[in-house]
């Protein structure tokens, strides 16, 4: 009966938009749990029982909150589903791991490292200096930019398609960053290969996150960045922080400037709250100093 229910569940999902494949996974693992035991209709207790054998706190709060959600849809149609508590496993910790700024040097050196992979000649140099160089001129996702395909390059930017939260967005480039993808797409048309990729291999395929993450770490090797960050190493997803910080810093700092900026960053960066864009930005020296002559302004202007 459980197995029934979830099914109905997935396909209303998934024909929201959400592809749902992790959130599937833990429930099929709870509804085998729960139907082993005879239950037919979702209860609290097994749902607790099944969360508290997961490894870490973490997991466990993950697991409740994901049956109770199926739980309050369940309920809805029929109040035999039990739905519990949000806070039965305790309230969550979010931990954030502190990004790492790149400086325009550090940036500079990472892609001239890049470029300088061998075999020397051949398409790999060209291209991940030109992936990382996009990624510290966009803010993309490095999910986002392995999935661009030769025709999302357009007169007017970029296309990013069905990205995190199932929207598309145009990214207009600025002109240097633009020459530097014209040149690459040079040397990308010339490489015989059925793969529409942006990105891909000197064999012609498309490029997998695992295969670019060992590159980026030889190149904090080359360029003395291992370990640059108080012991750990900087991220490919910290040039996505980077531009949002350094786009910050660039903003004419009145309120409502930057409040169309925060506006228009939101969007560029894909996020679909305004919110998640606060998440992304990091106090610089840069932008502590202009807080700093914003507060004295204010308290001179307050004091005349």
Same mark, same amino acid.
């Given at each position: 009966?459980?197995?029934?229910?979830?099914?109905?569940?997935?396909?209303?999902?998934?024909?929201?938009?959400?592809?749902? !494949?992790?959130?599937?996974?833990?429930?099929?693992?709870?509804?085998?749990?729960?139907?082993?035991?005879?239950?037919?209709?979702?209860?609290?207790?097994?749902?607790?029982?099944?969360?508290?054998?997961?490894?870490?706190?973490?997991? !466990?709060?993950?697991?409740?909150?994901?049956?109770?959600?199926?739980?309050?849809?369940?309920?809805?149609?029929?109040?035999?589903?039990?739905?519990?508590?949000?806070?039965?496993?305790?309230?969550?910790?979010?931990?954030?791991?502190?990004?790492?700024?790149?400086?325009?040097?550090?940036?500079?050196?990472?892609?001239?490292?890049?470029?300088?992979?061998?075999?020397?000649?051949?398409?790999?140099?060209?291209?991940?200096?030109?992936?990382?160089?996009?990624?510290?001129?966009?803010?993309?996702?490095?999910?986002?930019?392995?999935?661009?395909?030769?025709?999302?390059?357009?007169?007017?930017?970029?296309?990013?398609?069905?990205?995190?939260?199932?929207?598309?967005?145009?990214?207009?480039?600025?002109?240097?960053? =633009?020459?530097?993808?014209? =040149?690459?797409?040079?040397?990308? !048309?010339?490489?015989?290969?059925?793969?529409?990729?942006?990105?891909?291999?000197?064999?012609?395929?498309?490029?997998?996150?695992?295969?670019?993450? =060992?590159?980026?770490?030889?190149?904090?090797?080359?360029?003395?960045?291992?370990?640059?960050?108080?012991? !750990?190493?900087?991220?490919?997803?910290?040039?996505?922080?980077?531009?949002?910080?350094?786009?910050?810093?660039?903003?004419?700092?009145?309120?409502?400037?930057?409040?169309?900026?925060?506006?228009?960053?939101?969007?560029?960066?894909?996020?679909?709250?305004v919110t998640d864009t606060y998440w992304y930005l990091q106090a610089t020296p840069a932008l502590m100093g202009q807080i700093a002559e914003a507060g004295e302004a204010l308290l001179i202007g307050g004091a005349a």
């Amino acid at each position: 009966m459980l197995s029934k229910y979830l099914a109905k569940y997935v396909d209303q999902q998934q024909s929201l938009g959400f592809k749902f !494949r992790v959130q599937q996974i833990l429930l099929r693992g709870y509804v085998g749990f729960a139907e082993e035991r005879g239950d037919r209709h979702i209860r609290s207790a097994r749902v607790l029982a099944w969360a508290a054998r997961a490894p870490s706190p973490e997991q !466990r709060r993950n697991r409740l909150l994901t049956v109770r959600r199926f739980a309050l849809a369940m309920h809805a149609e029929n109040p035999r589903h039990q739905v519990p508590a949000a806070d039965a496993l305790g309230h969550a910790v979010v931990k954030r791991r502190s990004p790492y700024i790149y400086s325009a040097d550090e940036v500079a050196r990472l892609l001239r490292a890049a470029a300088e992979l061998r075999p020397a000649g051949s398409i790999r140099p060209t291209m991940y200096a030109t992936l990382f160089g996009l990624l510290t001129a966009t803010g993309m996702r490095i999910a986002e930019a392995l999935a661009l395909q030769i025709d999302d390059v357009t007169a007017d930017g970029l296309v990013v398609r069905q990205t995190k939260f199932q929207k598309s967005r145009l990214l207009p480039l600025h002109a240097t960053a =633009r020459l530097a993808l014209d =040149r690459y797409l040079v040397a990308r !048309r010339l490489l015989t290969t059925t793969d529409r990729a942006l990105f891909v291999s000197v064999a012609g395929q498309s490029l997998p996150y695992n295969t670019v993450r =060992r590159i980026f770490l030889q190149l904090l090797d080359g360029t003395n960045l291992r370990g640059a960050y108080s012991g !750990r190493d900087p991220r490919i997803h910290d040039l996505r922080h980077t531009f949002a910080v350094r786009s910050l810093e660039q903003c004419r700092h009145d309120r409502a400037a930057v409040a169309r900026h925060i506006v228009a960053l939101s969007t560029y960066l894909g996020h679909a709250h305004v919110t998640d864009t606060y998440w992304y930005l990091q106090a610089t020296p840069a932008l502590m100093g202009q807080i700093a002559e914003a507060g004295e302004a204010l308290l001179i202007g307050g004091a005349a």
